[in-house]
């Protein structure tokens, strides 16, 4: 299923399909978090804040940021 990854929950998996063409695309990059990759999400916080989890890597990512972020789901 293809949503926005201000939409997913916590402990699902997916592919990151899309990120925004902007400044943030650079910075989620150099973390790992690119266009193809495979993504857990960790936990969500009050507020739209989303934890995600690649590897070891722990990112948090506000929800203005995850709305603009394309995702596949895999479970």
């Known amino acids: 299923m ?3 990854l ?3 929950e916590k402990g699902q998996k997916f ?3 899309k990120l925004p ?3 943030y695309k650079l910075q989620l990059i ?3 978090i690119a266009e ?3 993504v857990t999400c960790l936990d969500k916080i009050l507020g739209g804040t989303i934890i995600l989890k690649k590897n070891r ?3 948090a990512l506000g929800s203005e940021l995850a709305k603009k972020i394309k995702v596949t789901m895999l479970n």
Do not use: A
């Open 57 to 59: 890597l722990e990112i």
């Open 6 to 8: 201000d939409k997913v």
């Open 2 to 4: 293809k949503t926005t």
């Open 15 to 17: 592919v990151i399909d």
């Open 21 to 23: 063409d902007d400044d």
């Open 36 to 38: 193809g990759e495979k």
């Open 30 to 32: 150099r973390f790992g």
